[in-house]
């Protein structure tokens, strides 16, 4: 299944810096996004996109988890020549996920 | 326990008047906050006080007031805002004589000045934090360094008896947490207060954000009366307690799911929110829905405030030009990949002088780029996208020039060209000894 279906999303931006949230709907999947939402996932899904590091944190009351993706935003936003320079439509990329609800997570 | 209502009246400088007056009208609220001020925005603001003095403030300043003043001074409604952009005094002074205009000549308008500190960054030469380089080393192409004011003096200016307030540049939830300084008499080191008083601020800022804007997805997340948006309300208790809500019969949603989204806006490390009065920690926040469209928010907590202050600097980055052409129908996709082609190597021939250039198909992968886009399917439309970055505004116009002659001399049926150019005002950041910024509280007309 896709994250989508499971989890809901927001970009924000700072400077060339972008920052999703990924929080799941019912807390009982929490340990899906987890196990699976990592942070080398998300940087080799934006491939293309963010030339930096990715880092995750985790808001385990939230169920939810945010990831801050350095370089990832053409320059900045008050710079970049991209149509969609806050990259706000990023949250939606990352809601194509592939997530797997096999027992053993694989 | 005491408590007060706040309105957020604005999320960004464009946004929605009616809300606002929504709020004032039906939404018991003591204070009503008004965020306009973009991070690039102060930069532009100051281009425009360069060439009027009475200018460089909000241009819909005057709207706003009119449309909200008299029902604010009816009901005892105090305005806090950053409407002042470059130029608060002159906002001030606008604001006083729209006040008179009104009826309301005992309204009592306050102006925060002192976040502009470019002679104190240029003085001490700080590096910029987003790339290598020093304030001098922009030379002529600095246009302005604003410091993120917190919100002590906007508070004193409550205290005071201001029933506007009016600031440049100061920090999103510092327009929230002067309020709740005022009401509670918080203390200025009392740490986990003002984290919490932050997390509340945050959550307000974008107004429409926490009440069902920018969240819609239909079928997965579907918000009610988007076209009548409610904005919302923050009803803070003197110990910090948070109920997130908004006016009842408006437009949207307040629920965990829109609380939640809103707290991680923009943040970074949820545990170090930097903010000039605190370094507030959201990650033991807890969100509850406890009724409908009401949201309670607890556990935020903070740390010492850091001896610094972030400071947007503006400066003229360089020149971006920019060409659009449509292709429609069968072979669409097609025809707009030749036409990227064509302008790729026009611009090679032609030598146009650009360090950065994109090549894109609107409807394919001009958002997220190929290898994300890889697997969608045939679009029955694409608009071709050109941009590039120059030195000068001569050679930015050579690109979206180079996308136009694609009429004539491009691949068939291209429809709607459009191209642009202009100078770019980018942003970066210094940190700047916080001693070194001097805000003060000015009343107009007293």
């Known amino acids: 299944m896709k994250l989508r279906e499971i989890a809901h999303s927001r970009t924000g931006d ?9 929080i799941a709907y019912d807390a009982k ?32 009351n939230l169920s939810a988890l945010n990831f801050v993706m350095d370089q990832a935003l053409g320059g900045g936003v008050t710079r970049s020549l991209a149509l969609d320079a806050h990259g706000k439509s990023l949250s939606s990329a990352l809601l194509d996920l592939d997530i797997s609800t096999a027992p053993d997570g694989k | 326990m005491r408590t ?24 018991d609220i003591q204070y009503l906050v008004f ?17 009027n003095p009475d200018g460089g403030y909000d241009p819909l300043l005057e709207e706003r007031m009119r449309a909200v003043l008299p ?3 009816a009901k005892g409604i105090k305005i806090v805002t950053n409407m002042g952009a ?60 604003n ?103 408006s437009g949207g949603a307040v629920t965990a799911q829109t609380c939640k989204e809103q707290l991680l806006y923009e943040v970074h490390d949820p545990a170090k929110y930097f903010q000039p009065d605190v370094v507030a920690d959201f990650s033991q926040v807890r969100i509850e829905e406890i009724g409908p469209d009401r949201v309670r928010v607890s556990g935020g907590r903070g740390a010492r405030r850091t001896d610094t202050l972030k400071v947007s600097v503006g400066y003229v980055d360089s020149y971006i030009g920019e060409g659009q052409i449509s292709y429609a129908g069968p072979g669409a996709l097609a025809r ?17 002088a650009a360090s950065e250039l994109r090549f894109e198909l609107v409807g394919v992968d001009s958002l997220h780029g190929p290898q994300v886009s890889a697997h969608a399917g045939e679009p029955y439309e694409v608009r071709v996208r050109i941009s590039g970055r120059t030195e000068n505004l001569r050679e930015a116009i050579r690109i979206g020039n180079e996308v136009e002659t694609l009429y004539t001399n491009g691949p068939a049926a291209g429809g709607g060209a459009w191209k642009s150019a202009r100078d770019v005002v980018a942003v970066a950041s210094v940190l700047l000894p916080r001693e070194l910024a001097k805000p003060q509280v000015r009343f107009v007309g007293a």
Not at chain 1, 14 to 22: A, C, E, P, T
Request: one cysteine or more.
């Open chain 2, 35 to 51: 965020e306009c001020l973009g991070e690039r925005t102060v930069a532009l603001a100051q281009q425009a006080r360069m060439k």
């Open chain 1, 29 to 60: 999947h929490y340990p899906l996004l987890l196990e699976q939402v990592t942070a080398a996932r998300v940087k080799s899904h934006f491939a293309g996109v963010v030339q930096g590091e990715v880092v995750r944190y985790e808001l385990p």
């Open chain 2, 86 to 145: 470059a130029n608060p005094e002159a906002a001030a002074r606008k604001t006083a004589d729209i006040a008179r205009s009104l009826g309301l000549p005992s309204l009592k308008v306050a102006a925060i000045v002192g976040d502009d500190v470019l002679d104190a960054c240029k003085a001490g030469d700080l590096p910029i934090m987003e790339f290598d380089g020093t304030i001098k080393q922009l030379g002529n192409r600095l246009l302005s360094a």
């Open chain 1, 14 to 22: 700072k400077g060339n810096i972008s920052n999703i949230s990924v």
């Open chain 2, 336 to 352: 707009g990949r030749l036409a990227l082609e064509i302008v790729r190597e026009r611009l090679k021939l032609t030598n146009v």
């Open chain 2, 71 to 73: 029902i604010c001074a």
């Open chain 2, 4 to 27: 007060i209502r706040i309105g957020s009246g604005a999320g960004y400088s464009g946004d929605r008047i009616e809300p606002a007056i929504e709020l004032a009208e039906k939404g």
């Open chain 2, 147 to 249: 410091a993120y004011l917190g919100a002590g003096p906007m508070a004193q200016a409550l205290v005071a008896g201001a029933d506007i307030v009016i600031t440049g540049r100061a920090s999103d939830p510092a327009l929230f947490l002067a309020p709740m300084i005022h009401a509670f008499g918080w203390a200025m080191d009392d740490w986990n207060l003002l984290g919490q008083g932050t997390v509340a601020g945050h959550l307000l800022e974008c107004a429409g954000q926490i009440t069902g804007g920018y969240f819609a997805d239909p079928g997965y997340k579907d918000v009610a009366d988007l076209a009548r948006l409610g904005f919302p309300i923050g009803e803070v208790g003197e110990d910090g307690s948070l109920v997130i809500t908004k006016v009842a019969g």
